[in-house]
């Protein structure tokens, strides 16, 4: 290994203590993902012995605690060094500004925010994250968009779009192509049709993950146009299983009588099952509705939501009646119950990325002051972060115990009752759907039937989270349900009498 990357890598250890302490509050229970890989070259010269010693593996914590010793003596030094022409000197100063700090120090940190160096903007943005007020923060960089490092923005999106919704900013955003990768995870709020002709330019250019959230993006737009039929006819031929499921659910929307013999086509020789399953449950939607009324009313974005907080008052009624006419048009206001059958035991996933991208949040307690939470244990695995409007499959044959949808923290739940072949009895809990939950308590349903899309990221839909699904497993019968919560105490959880698994332990053997 060379000596910058060992520059990078102790980089990267050095400055963990900043990237948990700036993780949001929606993800509690997940380490960031993000990689710092210094710029490749020679080791750069400075006479600072110091500040080179946190680069090291044997004098790293030593340093790390001379600069807490050295406090705001250690900073005229430090603002000197981030105007070093070399990235290295520039990232290990702002590496050692999270121990050694000045009221004031953030005019030198902010020009950083721009650097064309992605891993320097990140590692300033984390930095002032630490240190700065986060309004003043927000400001800043929103009167500084244009200049800011793509990804900073991508960053910054994220804040802005927990504290509301912002049209003019977005549009202001999405007009420029540079800037699709950052608007994209927040844009499918949106329901305005003034988003429509750059989404409709996306939809051309814009491939794989990508792809699905301007799918996402039209669905919410009401893009009925017969040029967007015919898109997403092609889209149900793309070679990724994710972008035909995305296409599968447009129709669950918008589709008529005349989109069936394209999605019948497509589902003849559909292999994926959560493509497999969105098609059939368009096509069920599809039969039963005739031709879609998508009213009007719906169209503005919902309500904002506060982080796991309840909507209250008009807003909440607001939400509930929305709610209630979109599944009135679309379908779900009226349906008969299914037809009870002999199922065959069989053993889904419940989203695609479930086994591939596992979580680790079954049993995390959240910390002291953390948010409505706190001192609680979390009782289920999040998974499926970000992946906006994604199926969500029903993990074995049962009956549907409860099914809710637009409900205070959870926005629409299901839990169903299972009976393994060996007669164990257990229950499967699924939070943060959107509100088109596609079955009805006492019915008995399949394994790997589809049981909605995740709700769309800080709206009232799926209760003010990033999207994301919330996957529980009860070890009992479901009874009378007073046991479905999200969260117990820690003196609670540490009992024998909490009944909650970890639900991997189903899939023991399939990962």
Request: proline residues 6%.
């Amino acid at each position: 290994m060379g000596m910058t990357s060992v520059f990078g890598f102790i980089f990267l250890l050095m400055s963990w203590p900043l990237f948990a302490q700036t993780r949001t509050q929606v993800l509690p229970q997940l380490e960031r993902k993000e990689t710092q890989i210094l710029p490749v070259g020679s080791l750069p010269v400075t006479e600072d012995s110091l500040l080179m010693s946190l680069g090291y593996p044997h004098s790293q914590a030593q340093a790390i605690q001379e600069y807490k010793r050295l406090g705001t003596q250690a900073v005229p030094g430090l603002v000197a060094h981030l105007q070093h022409p070399h990235p290295t000197i520039r990232m290990l100063a702002l590496s050692a500004l999270q121990y050694a700090w000045l009221p004031g120090t953030e005019v030198s940190v902010l020009p950083l925010l721009t650097s064309r160096n992605d891993a320097e903007a990140k590692s300033a943005w984390y930095l002032l994250k630490q240190k700065m007020d986060s309004a003043t923060l927000s400001q800043w960089a929103t009167d500084h968009f244009q200049q800011l490092n793509a990804g900073r923005v991508a960053d910054l999106l994220v804040d802005l779009e927990r504290e509301g919704p912002d049209v003019e900013r977005m549009l202001q955003l999405v007009a420029q192509p540079r800037y699709w990768n950052a608007v994209l995870p927040c844009l499918p709020r949106y329901r305005s049709e003034l988003f429509t002709p750059f989404t409709r330019q996306m939809a051309v250019q814009v491939k794989e993950e990508a792809l699905c959230l301007v799918i996402a993006c039209l669905i919410q737009q009401a893009d009925r146009d017969p040029m967007a039929h015919e898109q997403m006819s092609l889209f149900l031929q793309n070679a990724d299983p994710r972008v035909r499921e995305m296409a599968a659910e447009y129709y669950r929307w918008h589709g008529g009588v005349a989109d069936q013999e394209v999605l019948e086509t497509a589902l003849a020789s559909e292999f994926d099952p959560f493509a497999g399953a969105s098609m059939r449950e368009a096509l069920r939607m599809m039969a039963f509705r005739g031709d879609v009324n998508f009213p009007a009313s719906v169209q503005p974005f919902e309500a904002v939501v506060d982080y796991a907080r309840d909507v209250q008052g008009d807003a909440m009624f607001v939400v509930r009646t929305r709610v209630s006419r979109l599944r009135q048009a679309l379908g779900y206001g009226d349906m008969a119950l299914r037809e009870e059958e002999d199922f065959p035991w069989v053993l889904f996933p419940p989203t695609r990325t479930f086994l591939s991208q596992p979580g680790n949040s079954f049993g995390f307690q959240i910390g002291e002051g953390e948010g409505p939470f706190a001192e609680s244990v979390h009782l289920a695995q999040d998974v499926s972060w970000g992946e906006e409007m994604a199926t969500v499959l029903s993990i074995s044959p049962g009956e549907v115990k409860l099914a809710l949808v637009a409900r205070p923290s959870w926005g629409g739940l299901v839990v169903m009752e299972h009976r393994s072949p060996t007669g164990k009895v257990f229950c499967s809990l699924y939070g943060h759907l959107g509100p088109l939950v596609t079955v009805q308590v006492g019915e008995f349903i399949s394994a790997g039937t589809k049981l909605g899309s995740l709700g769309r990221s800080y709206t009232a839909e799926n209760g003010g989270y990033e999207s994301h699904l919330h996957f529980g497993i009860y070890d009992a019968a479901y009874g009378d349900g007073s046991w479905v919560t999200g969260y117990m105490t820690a003196d609670d959880y540490m009992g024998t009498e909490q009944k909650w698994l970890d639900p991997y332990r189903l899939y023991q053997g399939h990962r």
